[in-house]
């Protein structure tokens, strides 16, 4: 969908290692504290780690508002990339820079986000990489349940909760189940509660 040239991703490169020795630098310099440590638990026990803000990373939240710039880069003054116009889209953080987050989304599109402009929600798409495929939304956790609504490709739902298999969804007026591994916006085996 966004077509990226040579000069894009050298930059992407470079902004990435430029990142790992920015957040190196600034986890080393801080001390820890009890809240620190808990957290420092939680991602170890994840396979995870901690960003400068102290949240694990990767994790995945979801866009705060209708329309959210995406730039080339961790300040106002780098070009936009590209402009996200769907509140709730799910994404994946997977670098933090000050107040800048780095997301990546359902189509693997990496860019910089503003901090502000992103939610705790969680979120998710639909099998976006079936086009036209449709999934049912069943009303229990199992292949054998019956179909409470059939959902296709590419519509946004929120986690209600996952089990690390099954995932409980609401669209619109629809709450029921979908096999996890059917979804951006949880990783494979992940458990979320309400």
């Known amino acids: 969908m966004r077509a990226r040239g040579l000069g894009s991703v050298l930059m992407s490169v470079a902004c990435a290692v430029t990142f790992a020795g920015v957040a190196y630098s600034l986890l080393s310099e801080r001390s820890g504290g009890e809240v620190k440590a808990a957290s420092a638990d939680i991602a170890e026990a994840s396979n995870r780690q901690l960003g400068p803000s102290g949240l694990e990373i990767p994790r995945f939240v979801s866009l705060k ?16 990339a590209w402009v996200f116009r769907r509140k709730g889209l799910p994404v994946e953080i997977i670098a933090e820079f000050e107040h800048w987050r780095r997301i990546r989304d359902s189509e693997g599109d990496e860019g910089w986000v503003y901090h502000s402009l992103l939610a705790g929600g969680r979120t998710a798409i639909v099998e976006p990489w079936k086009k036209g495929a449709a999934v049912a939304l069943r009303l229990e ?17 929120d986690i209600e909760q996952c089990t690390g298999q099954w995932c409980e969804l609401r669209v619109e007026d629809y709450v029921g189940w979908i096999d996890q591994s059917a979804l951006f916006g949880v990783y494979p085996g992940e458990t979320v509660e309400d």
Do not use: I
């Open 65 to 80: 508002t209708d329309v959210v710039n995406v730039r080339r880069g961790p300040s106002n003054e780098h070009e936009v």
């Open 141 to 157: 956790p199992q292949k054998t349940s019956s179909p409470v609504a059939m959902l296709r490709s590419g519509v946004v739902a």
